[in-house]
């Protein structure tokens, strides 16, 4: 395997982190428009993918693959616990 095909195993390891994130910071944003009013969206969506892309590095770690809907529950429930603390726990 070269450089570019590690690359974009790498990219497409944690695009479901990224989409995730991303789509839950955007509905968060909607859903609870006056509550978090000052709270900027990108940091919304960093927390969020960061707990994804944390999740599924130790659901891989954990289960050996990647891809299982263990694994994949766990970066859901990963993105929205992040996303909780960054929009109500972290002022």
């Known amino acids: 395997m070269g450089p570019i095909d590690a690359l974009w195993h790498l990219l497409n390891f944690f695009a479901p982190a990224l989409a995730v994130g991303l789509l839950a910071a955007a509905l968060a944003k909607l859903l609870w428009c006056r509550e978090l009013a ?3 969206w990108i940091r919304l969506a960093a927390w969020a993918c ?3 892309a944390a999740a599924s590095t130790a659901a891989l770690l954990l289960f ?3 891809g299982t809907v263990a694994g994949y529950a766990l970066l859901v429930a990963a ?6 603390y960054s929009a109500f726990v972290r002022r």
């Open 64 to 66: 050996g693959r990647d």
């Open 50 to 52: 960061a707990g994804g």
């Open 79 to 84: 993105s929205a616990l992040a996303l909780w």
């Open 38 to 40: 000052a709270a900027r």
